[in-house]
């Protein structure tokens, strides 16, 4: 598969610009800068659930975090992942030297989940499942020599506890979880 074919696998939907008029196709080094991923279709999942998810995030509704000063410009941009290995082995590290984010939110999709699910951790091996291309990294493993687990910076379950007590108004619960399975999510996430 020639590069740009691998690259149409990979799409910007949209880079949003909060409070500037300045447009770019990279990181704002005077802002804040988000990067929301979601997936591509794969196996019975004809339209993945993770992007339409991502799709539906108006950047207008982020609201603004209190630490940092108005004005200040949000950048926020929302990609597309196809569900294969070397994609994302590619493509992660360059999205991430590209727009350089101060946050990343990858969302997945579970058929098993009830409640958003925050993940904790990420793994670095056990990848036996086949992806989009039937292929599975090299020694099922994400980074060789990597750590076998790397945890988030962030308490989940804080995280977790505030968004169940907004459920009271939005309807919506939260579940904490260790471990986001071994496929593209949990591979991204340790990527």
Known sequence: ???????????????????TTKSSD????????????????????????SWEAVKLIN?????????????????????????AYTTVNTHVPDLWAK???HLTVHVGVSGIAKAITLEQYAHN????????????????????????????????????????IASQTTGVRAELSHDPGRFLCDFTYYR
Not at 39 to 46: A, L, M, N, Y
Not at 63 to 69: A, C, E, M, R, S
């Open 1 to 19: 598969m020639g590069s740009s074919e691998t690259e149409a696998k990979l799409e910007v939907i949209q880079k949003f610009e909060k409070s």
């Open 26 to 49: 990279t990181a704002d080094e005077e802002g804040i800068n988000i990067l929301i991923t979601g997936f591509g279709p794969f196996r019975d999942h004809v339209v993945n659930a």
């Open 59 to 83: 950047p207008d509704g982020i609201p603004w975090p209190p630490n940092i000063p108005r004005g200040t410009p949000l950048n926020v941009t929302f990609c597309q992942l196809e569900v």
């Open 99 to 101: 727009n350089k984010p």
């Open 125 to 164: 091996g056990g990848y036996c499942s086949p992806d989009v291309r039937e292929c599975v990294p090299d020694n099922n493993m994400c980074v060789k020599g990597g750590y076998e687990l790397l945890q988030s910076g962030f308490n989940m379950a804080d995280i977790v506890n505030k968004l169940n």
